[in-house]
């Protein structure tokens, strides 16, 4: 036995064996599968809990995960064992940078910095956050958000001319979107071209007028003859898109959508996705249907590429504007008075009511707590209760949890998204809690199946599942803050 600097008496056949689940953990994480590297950094850390390195290692797997909380909790065990272990300030610094808490970020790079005053990775991020710091502050110095006006206010709409070399889609004299024009639209996207920023400032004036009569909470109704779906993430993923159009139809009074929140952000074709939708939204505003999820925000527009891809293809003001549009985007849905759909879960407190969501002033960025946060960023768990969230932002809900919204607000069962999964889709809590993502092959590098639910009047669930489909040599992220890349979110 030796004694670890925790004071716990371990045997070096534990040490031994802890070791070698290292090694394990290390090559699983190696093939990027995160979360089998996760279940072997565990081992390790249950045979010797005082080596910091296996929690600055599982640290890093959450990361690659999304499961920021637990990063953080790992990296600041790290740090309980050993002050000095500089890596525990990168996975931290990381996971608040993620979160977009950059103040946070930015006093843990700099502790490393000044560790390592030569460490040229070092100086550049710290240096990398330090930007971005100052750059909140002068907007919120400049800013006054009560009082704020559109950017659609600074835009000469008159006088925006439509070029004679431009031969894409066009809208009307009346603006307004037709079938012909999303199909030429889709054929216009496919060969990777971009649509005059005059018709795209029109579909964005149109659809932000629409979403601001919106409630908080949508009801649907289906048809008795109808089949209805329901979309997960998407996340920028265009071509994936597609092939869910190609298997289940394109968005129709006959054949309606709902897509559930991550339009946008990693995949690189968010501004293909997102004209899309909100084209087909405008074609059919009663039968195509969109719900905000955690993405659909400012902080990770900033961070994960949107914001940095409406710049490239268009200006800072078209991405303003989309900003101030998300804003507005509803926040879940009741389907047939039966089926609860939100992007994220369920919440910190009992007692929420559907009247208490459907007049809820969503008309903000995402707060840190409350109502609004817990449908963009919660999570279920398999066990009763609730526990912190692994994001470190919402919260861990139990099946008696989903089990006491759904008694008191007359409810069936409860779909969300917001989580990879090997299949596609999720079913938990006996039943009553569906996750569906359908983003297939996750930022190029996940290996899940895409998936998508269809509906009928009787509300019972059919799954479908699709693998990802090829598309055009532009790597995911690649629009995503530069600190982001170079922390390894890839």
Known sequence: YYITNNLRMVSLTLVEEAEQDKATANQFFKDKKYLVSIEWY?????KNPSVPAYYGNRSFA????????????????ALQLDRTYLKAYYRRAEANMALGRYKKSLADYDTVRRARPKDKDAQVKFKECDKIVKRLAFEKAINVDSLKKSVIESIDMENMVVEDSYNGPKLGDDFKVTVQFMEELIAWYKDQKVLHRKYAYRMLMNIKKYFETQSSLVRITIPSCNKFTVCGDIHGQFYDLLNIYEINGLPSETNPYLFNGDFVDRGSFSVEVIFTLFGFKLLYPDHMFMARGNHESINMNQMYGFDGEVKEKYSKNMSDFFTEIFNWLPLCHVI???????????????????????????????????????????????????????????????????????????????IRSHEVKDEGYEVSHDGKCITVFSAPNYCDQMGNKGAFITLKEDLVPKFTTFDAVPHPDVKPMAYANNLLKMSGFM
Request: proline letters at 4%; a negative charge; one cysteine or more.
């Open 336 to 414: 047939n008075n039966g089926v609860f759909v939100t992007h994220g879960g369920l919440f910190q407190e009992d007692g929420i009511t559907l009247e208490d969501i459907e007049n809820f002033d969503r008309n903000r960025q995402p707060p840190e707590s409350g109502v609004m946060c817990d449908l963009l960023w919660s999570d279920p768990q398999c066990f009763t209760g609730r526990s912190a969230s692994k994001r470190g932002v919402g919260v861990q809900f139990g099946p008696d949890v989903t089990n006491a919204f759904l008694e008191r607000n007359r409810l069936k069962y409860v």
């Open 42 to 46: 565990t081992k390790a850390i249950e």
């Open 62 to 77: 959450y990361l690659k995960t999304e499961c920021f909380g637990y990063a953080i909790t790992d990296a600041d065990k």
